[in-house]
């Protein structure tokens, strides 16, 4: 994030060789966001490309804000799973 935005890990789980984490941060919009990065060639990273990630990326505009902010983040082999407050 830009602005000097300070983002918390609130909860991580790593898939075979990618990562997801829920971030929390005091910029509503932020809070509860979720951001991945590593091995992506399945698509396991989230983020519509077939791109390694060697930093994270955020992943759609899950949010406090949007009233759907991620509570849970799990990685598989090649996929990822993810529970929000709106189901």
Aim: glycine content about 14%; proline content about 2%.
């Amino acid at each position: 994030p830009s602005g000097g935005t300070v983002l918390r890990p609130l909860a991580i789980s790593a898939g075979n060789r990618h990562v997801l984490a829920i971030h929390s941060s005091s910029t509503a919009s932020l809070d509860r966001s979720v951001w991945a990065w590593g091995f992506n060639v399945f698509g396991q990273v989230g983020d519509n490309t077939l791109v390694d990630k060697t930093s994270r990326v955020r992943i759609g505009t899950f949010s406090r804000a949007n009233n759907n902010g991620a509570v849970a983040v799990a990685g598989g082999l090649y996929h990822s799973l993810m529970a929000t407050t709106g189901g």
